[in-house]
């Protein structure tokens, strides 16, 4: 089985969606990662894990959507975001169109902190309509999993952490030389129980919030270790569920 939708022919396709119907989706975000990861870090990591748990769990993955909910880096060049709607109504169609072949179980896999409100708004909508999906995210998985492989401050936006998961899947992209530490102050307005609409550049000037330069390879395998097997198990046990069990319930 070819694990890649897009490397397969239609016939291939047809032959998996025929006995099959779960797939994976990842979706990331093309935004500034500090001044030494590629913009693309979101969606290169969201695609990497995607592959492999989808490889283990023997079910199809999509190419990844590189392009999330990031406005709020666009002060920082190259920042390439979507709204919270287009997004919304992209993803839904996308998993509408999969549904078409009768994949009533979608595993999205988000590389990107700014998707997920309205991932979990479309997982909702799409359940009224007889399809499952499920939203992991990578950095919940690993902060549950590896707890002391990484500090708080190591476990924020480009740092460490992130850091890490790149050294490993790409390092020639990753230039530790100008990997940096910054304290990122809390900002007057916020406060317990607020959230306030603020942008990366009202906390950071490179763009990294809290430590980076702890990164290595090494960890950076650990994580992808700890998650895509995580991310697999989990897979499996969608697989085998009956659609009977994950559709809404009626009225009592
Ligand atoms: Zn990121």
């Not at 992808?224 to 009626?250: F, N, S, Y």
Request: charged share 25%.
């Amino acid at each position: 089985l070819k694990v890649m939708l897009n490397e397969m022919s239609w016939v291939e396709a047809k032959r998996y969606f025929m006995k099959n119907d779960i797939a994976v989706v990842p979706v990331g975000s093309n935004e500034q990662h500090g001044p030494h990861n590629p913009l693309g870090t979101d969606h290169f990591i969201a695609r990497e894990i995607a592959k492999r748990a989808a490889e283990q769990a023997g079910v199809v993955c999509l190419e990844v959507v590189p392009f999330g909910v990031s406005s709020h880096h666009r002060q920082f060049w190259g920042t390439v975001h979507v709204s919270a709607r287009t997004l919304k109504k992209y993803m839904r169609e996308v998993c509408l169109a999969l549904n078409y072949y009768g994949v009533t179980k979608i595993v999205v896999v988000n590389g990107h902190g700014g998707n997920f409100a309205v991932l979990s708004e479309l997982a909702r909508d799409l359940r009224e309509r007889g399809i499952f999906m499920a939203v992991f995210q990578w950095w919940h998985a690993a902060g549950e999993l590896l707890p002391e492989l990484f500090t708080r401050d190591e476990r924020r936006h480009a740092s460490a952490e992130e850091t890490s998961v790149n050294l490993a899947l790409r390092p020639k992209l990753v230039d530790m030389k100008k990997a940096t530490d910054e304290k990122v102050p809390d900002h007057p307005t916020e406060g317990a129980g607020n959230t306030v609409p603020l942008d990366a550049v009202d906390f950071t000037k490179c763009g990294v919030y809290g430590k980076s330069t702890t990164a290595s390879a090494r960890k950076g395998r650990q994580v992808l270790g700890a998650v895509v097997t995580e991310l697999a198990r989990q897979i499996r046990v969608l697989k085998k569920m009956k659609m009977d069990d994950l559709t809404a319930k009626p009225r009592v």
